[in-house]
């Protein structure tokens, strides 16, 4: 018998949609992703962005307190003894992830830890082809695969992710290693003014590395940066390298002259946000559903969830190229869990 549900993805978007269909009785699959060396470098391991990242301040109703307790008895001991240490003072992302995704585990949802590597929306019931195992039929779909966040690919990068180095200025600019302290920027387009402006609520001076003298972002967007005492432009660089230690984090980057191959520049920075763009997770699409001129899929229908492929949903930041936040996907979510059980009822597959 086909799955009624198949949701594809282990972010918020994914567990809310998981949760909304469980409790409708509907019998969810989930394909939460694999743990391979492959999805790790990519940074598209279970659990979505939000396990690479440390605290989480701004998700309603996880005001600072200790959660410890609440950890413990919520959460699967089989789960919960890999976790990092509770850091006392609030939610992390990995937990509010284990958290979303016991939840949708306490209502029923089955969860298979691998990939989907191949669909086929070209007949119905919709196939599904993971990584290991056999195809699953499906009568409905919901895509929440996310987006990955754009980095430069140096080591550095990587090394310091969590510590100093970050894709998303809203999320993590609030956090105090980045107040009162001079931050960095990489990106030349609507987002990198955008976050650069956000950042000098907080920070003592913001810099925008660019590797070109001019922006590529929109006018109005570019004019407010550039208008923004707070802000320092470095034209015609790049970064060669984030700076720093295992005990303070990022402490700088040094730059690299576009223009000039021999000359370098090192500023001090407690914070480097990359702010060149994020990349859908939809190459298993194979271009089965309709995608705007950045690749994220398209809603058909103002509102709701629908995709190009009556039957198949999106939720999340794979349907996001504005928001991209943990609230927002979690509100798609539910909107694709209810917009996939009226469209069963309405085909009457309920």
């Excluded at 694999?34 to 391991?45: D, K, S, W």
């Amino acid at each position: 018998m086909p799955e009624k549900v198949v949701v594809i993805g282990s972010g918020p978007a994914s567990w809310a949609a998981c949760i909304y269909t469980s409790r409708a009785n509907l019998e969810p699959l989930c394909f939460e992703g694999a743990i391979t060396e492959e999805n790790r470098l990519q940074g598209t391991l279970p659990l979505g962005q939000l396990a690479l990242t440390t605290e989480v301040e701004n998700y309603p109703g996880f005001p600072a307190g200790n959660l410890e307790s609440y950890l413990n008895d919520s959460i699967d001991e089989s789960k919960r003894k890999y976790m990092a240490p509770h850091p006392g003072h609030g939610v992390s992302g990995p937990e509010l992830m284990e958290l979303m995704r016991q939840q949708a585990v306490n209502f029923g949802t089955r969860v298979v830890t691998d990939d989907v590597v191949d669909v086929d929306f070209s007949s119905h019931p919709f196939k599904i082809t993971p990584l290991n195992g056999e195809p699953v039929e499906a009568l409905s779909v919901i895509i929440a695969t996310g987006a990955r966040a754009n980095y430069l690919g140096l080591d550095s990068e990587n090394r310091f992710k969590n510590m100093g180095v970050s894709a998303c200025a809203v999320c993590d600019g609030a956090m105090p290693r980045f107040r009162n302290h001079p931050l960095v920027v990489v990106g030349g387009g609507d987002s990198a003014m955008e976050e650069a402006n956000y950042l000098t609520k907080f920070a003592s001076k913001v810099y925008i590395v660019h590797r070109r003298d001019e922006f590529r972002a929109s006018k109005i967007m570019a004019e407010r940066a550039l208008a923004n005492e707070k802000i320092e432009v470095k034209w015609n660089s790049v970064i060669d390298e984030v700076l720093g230690n295992d005990e303070k984090g990022v402490t700088g980057v040094r730059i690299r002259s576009t223009e000039d191959e021999g000359q370098t520049e090192e500023l001090e920075a407690t914070g480097y946000f990359a702010a060149i763009g994020h990349t859908p997770n939809v190459s298993f699409l194979k271009g089965q559903i309709e995608t705007n001129d950045k690749g994220f899929i398209q809603w058909k229908i103002p509102f709701r969830t629908n995709t190009s492929v009556d039957g198949v949903f999106a939720a999340g930041d794979v349907a996001d190229d504005n928001y991209k936040q943990a609230i927002t996907a979690a509100g798609s979510g539910c909107m694709a869990a209810l917009d996939a059980e009226r469209w069963l009822v309405e085909k009457g597959h309920e």
